[in-house]
């Protein structure tokens, strides 16, 4: 009793005193991302950068255990109204928090604190992912990727190549001669994830994934996968699995497609410019490898590549001092030294022209630890975004993506054929399509 | 159940089992009959606006093959995993009973498993029994292709069943060990002295004594592995390959958790839930009528 | 021993020592696996002896995990939660066992059910609960248009939101059931003749006699509470209020990232995270003795 007394009354004494110095306590707001391991280390020391810079506000971060977690936790946390004023979310989940009606779209708080943000700046392969269908942003673009053909030089130089492939058939062909002349265990390793298969690859060969530009024209869209070249590309690679060129190689099998990379096992695997710094500091000493970008089938206009990643959403129902504390920290991460410190620090790419054109001045690409990830913005910018390559907007993506892995999963296990099980992945992906359509009946994408 | 000889004090009695009541009520109860009432409905992940739709929910439920995939998996997992984890548990609990020089070193060494948390004993598994990398890949080289739960479904399930029943030893154990000791020494010894031999005594008095012990772990055990497989599941097989190791728990985590999809997460848990009670009410009257309590 | 069995004796050891070599390898391969630099762990097939890299590899994943902290946080709730589930499941269950008022058994099934629905599965609505615990009461009286003006009380972000929803099932009342069951009928018929209410009964008779089942329960609950995983994820977004097994989760990154896990210091977290609940049987195995005699009187 008496201490609680005392602690009233000293509380009440240092409110008296210093009601100025509580005027400066920085105001507070709390950030919520999604990464972990070592890029979850690298999101908590921007916010400490932030924090650094500036003693107007507090950015109280915390990270949630994954993406996917991230994405439960906020909504979770908005519907006991909890939520954070800023949350990380990755690609897929941008459809939900577009109809979400529970977010700030980045455009108002831009006007609202005169941020200095340059849309234009961002590049198009980027911003359009996040930009509703009329070109208006409703996040902020934040770590962005994109995927790379990584190659084992060694085991190339044995048949006489010094470059990586360029198209789908040359790649095969190249592969196929590793195996044959017993270089190296694997030609090329895969797992069952859609991102670069599917996405990637319909997007460089301007195939639509489905009906209605993608989705981003309204959720009554379709998926029409199983019918595009896509498909073919699938057949290829069962047959490069059957004749023992390629192999699965999944945390379950005990090397994912990076470790198989990594220790030499595999000549080729398709995977994230934002493993560039992981490969390179985890491949067997003295091992000559490189990247290059998706392999085309001949015959094919080349077009960009999708962005991968995650961006930054502001949420509805803070108060104005929360929000002014969120422009300042999105005004902090887009200014071009810290679009420069993400790629430094991680295998992200820079999001902006401006980051991009000092980082290619100042030699960052030269630098041998650095070199090939320029092919990565190569591949992201190759072409001008149309309405196919701009992105996917498809209702409750995640689950899709895993109807199509468990299928992939059931053809490459020879329990169907690959043509039946893309047909299957097509009609329980509608069928996720309509229910969403359903669950968000009377509302239209913005 | 219940005793003949009561105490009469129906106010005591009933002040007794209010704090219980309250727990439940605020933190199964309420949110559980709010997650129910979505399988009635489309719920959108915000919130805010779902509509009724009656049965809907239900139908595509049981218009899709591979829920019943997915119910017929959860059933092999949970017959299969308690019987391996019992049965073993058991076979070390009578022997570290008969008190042997070190049992006190099995005694403790045999509750460790349960003391890791799922993810690790998921992670320790799958590096285990990994077919390119672990140990068990050993096979692979005289019978290749004999061991790959990574493409094959079969061995796929006896990992996680193993995985599951190794870690669920160590509960079992400590429970009908503590069964085994809290039986009266007197009655065995009396029966060792009338000739009674150690199988002897085992079927005779140490499995009936033993039988509400059993029961409850048995109970414990098929429900926790309807119920509470998901972390090894998620480490260990991600439900794959190709929804060979699915589980219920599992797929109710993936449609609503992963995939925002609440209402027919919600009408999934109805149906695990009245399986689980079905399931609970069977053993009950079935296997709890041939147990002596006293 | 009750008598000399040469053969048994045997076939006793060589099974228990089968046991505990099943049982235990996996941990030891997991501590094998801290004491290797990353590359080795990485190789195929990881070497079963030991390296020289232990400290570095424990060091690290002791600052990387905060385990100072995290350990603290996750002890208060492991002992909050056992100590408040084998006080509350005890009382409940003698309530249901020794006395006769209408509607106990459909008491005890509404007890019981909360076993057959995990957390995972109903989190999002528990969630909203534990962001104010009073509201499902409100709820309630606002149906008969009762404003009894409750406050709101937030668990988030609380040592109190992380034990009250993991106290809120049903193992301890059904092993206390089973227990009490078992307990002869002439003691409380005794205890009854003495003129012993209720409550002394449970006290001097009933409670002592359940040490070892207490004993048990409470090294479950601590575990069970020890691991939780998604509930403190959720609830507590505060690093000083993480729990270890969180703290563990952000050391090994998931799947998503591609990322290969860094083993050696992973594994070393595991087991860091591992020691306590181990410490805890050690402790309570005196518990198990002492029962032991007692039921030998």
């Given at each position: 009793?008496?201490?609680?007394?005392?602690?009233?009354?000293?509380?009440?004494?240092?409110?008296?005193?210093?009601?100025?110095?509580?005027?400066?306590?920085?105001?507070?707001?709390?950030?919520?991302?999604?990464?972990?391991?070592?890029?979850?280390?690298?999101?908590?020391?921007?916010?400490?950068?932030?924090?650094?810079?500036?003693?107007?506000?507090?950015?109280?971060?915390?990270?949630?255990?994954?993406?996917?977690?991230?994405?439960?936790?906020?909504i979770a946390a908005f519907r006991a109204k909890q939520h954070p004023t800023i949350v990380q979310i990755y690609d897929a989940g941008t459809v939900n928090f577009l109809l979400s009606g529970a977010i700030k779209p980045a455009t108002e708080l831009v006007k609202e604190f005169n941020m200095k943000v340059d849309w234009k700046d961002y590049f198009e392969g980027v911003s359009n992912y996040y930009a509703t269908s009329k070109g208006e942003m409703w996040s902020f673009p934040y770590n962005s990727s994109t995927a790379l053909l990584y190659f084992n030089k060694d085991h190339f130089a044995k048949i006489g190549?010094?470059?990586?492939?360029?198209?789908?058939?040359?790649?095969?062909?190249?592969?196929?001669?590793?195996?044959?002349?017993?270089?190296?265990?694997?030609?090329?390793?895969?797992?069952?994830?859609?991102?670069?298969?599917?996405?990637?690859?319909?997007?460089?060969?301007?195939?639509?994934?489905?009906?209605?530009?993608?989705?981003?024209?309204?959720?009554?869209?379709?998926?029409?996968?199983?019918?595009?070249?896509?498909?073919?590309?699938?057949?290829?690679?069962?047959?490069?699995?059957?004749?023992?060129?390629?192999?699965?190689?999944?945390?379950?099998?005990?090397?994912?497609?990076?470790?198989?990379?990594?220790?030499?096992?595999?000549?080729?695997?398709?995977?994230?410019?934002?493993?560039?710094?992981?490969?390179?500091?985890?491949?067997?000493?003295?091992?000559?490898?490189?990247?290059?970008?998706?392999?085309?089938?001949?015959?094919?206009?080349?077009?960009?590549?999708?962005?991968?990643?995650?961006?930054?959403?502001?949420?509805?129902?803070?108060?104005?001092?929360?929000?002014?504390?969120?422009?300042?920290?999105?005004?902090?991460?887009?200014?071009?030294?810290?679009?420069?410190?993400?790629?430094?620090?991680?295998?992200?790419?820079?999001?902006?022209?401006?980051?991009?054109?000092?980082?290619?001045?100042?030699?960052?690409?030269?630098?041998?630890?650095?070199?090939?990830?320029?092919?990565?913005?190569?591949?992201?910018?190759?072409?001008?975004?149309?309405?196919?390559?701009?992105?996917?907007?498809?209702?409750?993506?995640?689950?899709?993506?895993?109807?199509?892995?468990?299928?992939?999963?059931?053809?490459?296990?020879?329990?169907?054929?690959?043509?039946?099980?893309?047909?299957?992945?097509?009609?329980?992906?509608?069928?996720?399509?309509?229910?969403?359509?359903?669950?968000?009946?009377?509302?239209?994408?913005? | 159940?219940?005793?003949?000889?009561?105490?009469?004090?129906?106010?005591?009695?009933?002040?007794?089992?209010?704090?219980?009541?309250?727990?439940?009520?605020?933190?199964?109860?309420?949110?559980?009959?709010?997650?129910?009432?979505?399988?009635?409905?489309?719920?959108?992940?915000?919130?805010?606006?779902?509509?009724?739709?009656?049965?809907?929910?239900?139908?595509?439920?049981?218009?899709?093959?591979?829920?019943?995939?997915?119910?017929?998996?959860?059933?092999?997992?949970?017959?299969?995993?308690?019987?391996?984890?019992?049965?073993?548990?058991?076979?070390?609990?009578?022997?570290?009973?008969?008190?042997?020089?070190?049992?006190?070193?099995?005694?403790?060494?045999?509750?460790?498993?349960?003391?890791?948390?799922?993810?690790?004993?998921?992670?320790?598994?799958?590096?285990?029994?990994?077919?390119?990398?672990?140990?068990?890949?050993?096979?692979?080289?005289?019978?290749?292709?004999?061991?790959?739960?990574?493409?094959?479904?079969?061995?796929?399930?006896?990992?996680?069943?193993?995985?599951?029943?190794?870690?669920?030893?160590?509960?079992?154990?400590?429970?009908?060990?503590?069964?085994?000791?809290?039986?009266?020494?007197?009655?065995?010894?009396?029966?060792?002295?009338?000739?009674?031999?150690?199988?002897?005594?085992?079927?005779?008095?140490?499995?009936?004594?033993?039988?509400?012990?059993?029961?409850?772990?048995?109970?414990?055990?098929?429900?926790?592995?309807?119920?509470?497989?998901?972390?090894?599941?998620?480490?260990?097989?991600?439900?794959?390959?190709?929804?060979?190791?699915?589980?219920?728990?599992?797929?109710?985590?993936?449609?609503?958790?992963?995939?925002?999809?609440?209402?027919?997460?919600?009408?999934?848990?109805?149906?695990?839930?009245?399986?689980?009670?079905?399931?609970?009410?069977?053993?009950?009257?079935?296997?709890?009528?041939?147990?002596?309590?006293? | 021993?009750?008598?000399?069995?040469?053969?048994?004796?045997?076939?006793?050891?060589?099974?228990?020592?089968?046991?505990?070599?099943?049982?235990?390898?996996?941990?030891?391969?997991?501590?094998?696996?801290?004491?290797?630099?990353?590359?080795?762990?990485?190789?195929?097939?990881?070497?079963?002896?030991?390296?020289?890299?232990?400290?570095?590899?424990?060091?690290?994943?002791?600052?990387?995990?905060?385990?100072?902290?995290?350990?603290?946080?996750?002890?208060?709730?492991?002992?909050?939660?056992?100590?408040?589930?084998?006080?509350?499941?005890?009382?409940?269950?003698?309530?249901?066992?020794?006395?006769?008022?209408?509607?106990?058994?459909?008491?005890?099934?509404?007890?019981?059910?909360?076993?057959?629905?995990?957390?995972?599965?109903?989190?999002?609505?528990?969630?909203?609960?534990?962001?104010?615990?009073?509201?499902?009461?409100?709820?309630?009286?606002?149906?008969?248009?009762?404003?009894?003006?409750?406050?709101?009380?937030?668990?988030?972000?609380?040592?109190?939101?992380?034990?009250?929803?993991?106290?809120?099932?049903?193992?301890?009342?059904?092993?206390?059931?089973?227990?009490?069951?078992?307990?002869?009928?002439?003691?409380?018929?005794?205890?009854?003749?003495?003129?012993?209410?209720?409550?002394?009964?449970?006290?001097?008779?009933?409670?002592?006699?359940?040490?070892?089942?207490?004993?048990?329960?409470?090294?479950?609950?601590?575990?069970?509470?020890?691991?939780?995983?998604?509930?403190?994820?959720?609830?507590?977004?505060?690093?000083?209020?993480?729990?270890?097994?969180?703290?563990?989760?952000?050391?090994?990154?998931?799947?998503?990232?591609?990322?290969?896990?860094?083993?050696?210091?992973?594994?070393?977290?595991?087991?860091?995270?591992?020691?306590?609940?181990?410490?805890?049987?050690?402790?309570?195995?005196?518990?198990?003795?002492?029962?032991?005699?007692?039921?030998?009187?």
């Amino acid at each position: 009793m008496t201490a609680r007394r005392l602690s009233v009354l000293s509380a009440l004494a240092f409110g008296l005193i210093s009601t100025s110095a509580l005027a400066q306590a920085p105001i507070k707001f709390d950030y919520w991302y999604g990464l972990t391991g070592q890029l979850g280390d690298v999101m908590a020391e921007h916010c400490k950068r932030f924090n650094a810079s500036q003693s107007k506000f507090e950015a109280v971060c915390a990270g949630q255990g994954g993406y996917d977690k991230a994405e439960q936790n906020t909504i979770a946390a908005f519907r006991a109204k909890q939520h954070p004023t800023i949350v990380q979310i990755y690609d897929a989940g941008t459809v939900n928090f577009l109809l979400s009606g529970a977010i700030k779209p980045a455009t108002e708080l831009v006007k609202e604190f005169n941020m200095k943000v340059d849309w234009k700046d961002y590049f198009e392969g980027v911003s359009n992912y996040y930009a509703t269908s009329k070109g208006e942003m409703w996040s902020f673009p934040y770590n962005s990727s994109t995927a790379l053909l990584y190659f084992n030089k060694d085991h190339f130089a044995k048949i006489g190549k010094t470059e990586g492939p360029k198209t789908v058939e040359e790649w095969f062909a190249d592969i196929r001669k590793i195996k044959a002349g017993g270089h190296a265990a694997c030609g090329f390793g895969f797992d069952f994830d859609t991102w670069m298969p599917l996405e990637q690859f319909s997007a460089i060969h301007n195939l639509p994934i489905a009906s209605r530009n993608n989705g981003y024209d309204g959720l009554d869209a379709e998926l029409v996968f199983n019918k595009t070249k896509f498909a073919d590309y699938m057949k290829d690679w069962k047959k490069l699995l059957d004749e023992g060129v390629a192999s699965i190689q999944t945390s379950q099998t005990g090397k994912t497609i990076l470790q198989a990379f990594t220790d030499g096992s595999c000549s080729t695997v398709l995977s994230s410019v934002a493993n560039h710094g992981v490969v390179a500091s985890t491949i067997k000493p003295g091992t000559n490898w490189g990247v290059v970008m998706l392999p085309v089938y001949e015959g094919t206009q080349r077009h960009n590549s999708l962005v991968g990643g995650a961006s930054l959403w502001v949420m509805a129902g803070k108060s104005k001092d929360e929000y002014a504390g969120a422009a300042a920290f999105l005004d902090f991460i887009a200014s071009a030294p810290e679009v420069k410190w993400m790629p430094n620090a991680t295998g992200y790419i820079p999001i902006t022209k401006t980051a991009f054109n000092q980082m290619t001045a100042e030699g960052f690409y030269k630098d041998p630890k650095y070199a090939g990830r320029e092919i990565a913005m190569q591949s992201l910018t190759f072409t001008p975004p149309n309405e196919i390559t701009r992105g996917i907007r498809l209702g409750n993506f995640t689950s899709i993506r895993a109807e199509v892995r468990s299928e992939l999963e059931a053809a490459f296990t020879g329990k169907k054929d690959v043509q039946t099980a893309l047909n299957d992945a097509v009609a329980r992906g509608n069928q996720i399509l309509r229910r969403f359509e359903q669950t968000f009946k009377g509302k239209t994408l913005p | 159940m219940g005793k003949r000889v009561t105490f009469g004090n129906t106010f005591i009695g009933i002040a007794l089992i209010v704090p219980q009541l309250l727990l439940v009520f605020t933190f199964f109860y309420w949110p559980t009959g709010e997650a129910l009432y979505w399988a009635f409905t489309l719920e959108p992940p915000f919130g805010g606006g779902n509509q009724w739709v009656g049965w809907q929910n239900f139908e595509t439920v049981f218009s899709d093959p591979k829920y019943y995939n997915s119910v017929k998996v959860s059933l092999i997992f949970a017959v299969g995993t308690t019987t391996m984890s019992i049965s073993f548990a058991l076979l070390l609990a009578l022997f570290v009973d008969r008190q042997l020089p070190g049992y006190r070193v099995y005694r403790f060494a045999y509750f460790w498993p349960y003391a890791l948390a799922a993810p690790a004993v998921g992670l320790a598994f799958r590096f285990i029994f990994a077919p390119q990398a672990g140990f068990v890949s050993a096979i692979n080289t005289y019978f290749p292709g004999a061991w790959n739960p990574a493409t094959n479904g079969n061995d796929a399930m006896l990992l996680i069943m193993l995985a599951n029943a190794w870690k669920m030893v160590g509960y079992n154990f400590i429970f009908l060990l503590a069964g085994l000791q809290s039986m009266p020494r007197a009655l065995l010894e009396a029966a060792a002295l009338d000739g009674a031999g150690a199988l002897r005594r085992i079927r005779d008095f140490q499995l009936p004594l033993l039988a509400p012990t059993l029961f409850f772990v048995l109970v414990i055990n098929l429900t926790e592995s309807f119920v509470d497989s998901f972390g090894i599941v998620e480490i260990v097989t991600n439900g794959g390959p190709a929804n060979a190791t699915d589980l219920m728990v599992f797929k109710i985590y993936t449609d609503g958790f992963v995939g925002k999809d609440y209402s027919l997460a919600a009408a999934q848990s109805i149906i695990l839930m009245l399986l689980v009670v079905a399931l609970t009410v069977v053993q009950f009257r079935f296997i709890e009528r041939r147990v002596q309590y006293t | 021993m009750i008598e000399r069995t040469p053969i048994l004796n045997f076939v006793t050891h060589a099974i228990l020592l089968s046991g505990l070599v099943i049982l235990l390898l996996p941990i030891f391969i997991v501590l094998i696996a801290t004491t290797h630099d990353l590359p080795t762990v990485n190789t195929v097939p990881m070497p079963l002896w030991p390296g020289s890299h232990m400290l570095e590899n424990w060091s690290a994943a002791w600052t990387k995990g905060d385990f100072a902290r995290a350990l603290v946080n996750s002890l208060v709730v492991a002992v909050g939660v056992t100590v408040g589930k084998i006080t509350i499941a005890a009382l409940s269950a003698f309530s249901i066992v020794y006395f006769r008022y209408p509607g106990r058994t459909v008491l005890f099934w509404l007890i019981f059910i909360t076993l057959m629905l995990p957390l995972e599965v109903r989190i999002v609505p528990t969630y909203a609960v534990a962001a104010d615990a009073l509201r499902p009461i409100k709820a309630l009286f606002s149906l008969g248009n009762i404003d009894i003006g409750l406050p709101e009380w937030n668990l988030l972000n609380s040592y109190t939101g992380l034990i009250l929803p993991l106290i809120a099932t049903a193992t301890g009342t059904f092993l206390y059931r089973q227990f009490f069951l078992t307990v002869p009928e002439e003691l409380c018929e005794s205890a009854k003749m003495d003129g012993a209410g209720p409550l002394r009964f449970f006290w001097d008779i009933l409670i002592p006699l359940s040490a070892t089942n207490m004993a048990a329960l409470a090294v479950i609950m601590f575990v069970y509470a020890w691991n939780q995983f998604l509930w403190p994820l959720l609830v507590v977004n505060k690093p000083h209020m993480m729990t270890a097994t969180v703290q563990l989760d952000r050391i090994v990154p998931g799947p998503l990232f591609g990322q290969p896990p860094i083993w050696n210091e992973a594994m070393a977290a595991t087991l860091i995270v591992m020691i306590p609940p181990l410490i805890v049987v050690i402790m309570l195995q005196r518990w198990f003795i002492r029962g032991l005699i007692q039921s030998d009187k």
